[in-house]
């Protein structure tokens, strides 16, 4: 929450990640968003094109553009739940890469 200059009281945060994102970091977080969101979407992609990881690779992909779209109408941050979900199906997503790649190298 952001208190207003020269006010006692705190207001909340801004229902959006975007505008959120940029009053509390600014350009350089912003663009920092995009470049994370952008990597594990690319990376997501790559691994797509493998037929035994087609699955998780749009598992990613469709999870963080979900959070993307949701993003636009909610600060999803601080949204316990969602981040939750979303920090699980990605590590399991890539952890399923990491095994993939260990098993190819061995």
Same mark, same amino acid.
């Given at each position: 929450?952001? &208190?207003? &200059? ?16 940029? #009053? ?26 493998? &037929? ?12 963080? $553009? ?9 600060? $999803? ?18 952890? #399923? ?10």
């Amino acid at each position: 929450s952001f &208190p207003f &200059p020269g006010s006692i009281q705190e207001y909340g945060h801004v229902h959006n990640n975007i505008l959120q994102i940029l #009053a509390m970091s600014g350009i350089i977080g912003l663009v920092g968003y995009f470049y994370l969101m952008g990597t594990i979407c690319l990376q997501a992609y790559k691994k797509s094109s493998i &037929p035994d990881l087609r699955v998780w690779g749009l598992t990613i992909i469709l999870c963080t $553009t979900e959070l993307i779209i949701h993003g636009m109408f909610d600060y $999803t941050f601080v949204t316990g739940p969602v981040m939750y979900t979303y920090s699980f199906l990605i590590g399991i997503s890539f952890a #399923a890469f990491a095994i993939r790649d260990e098993e190819r190298h061995n």
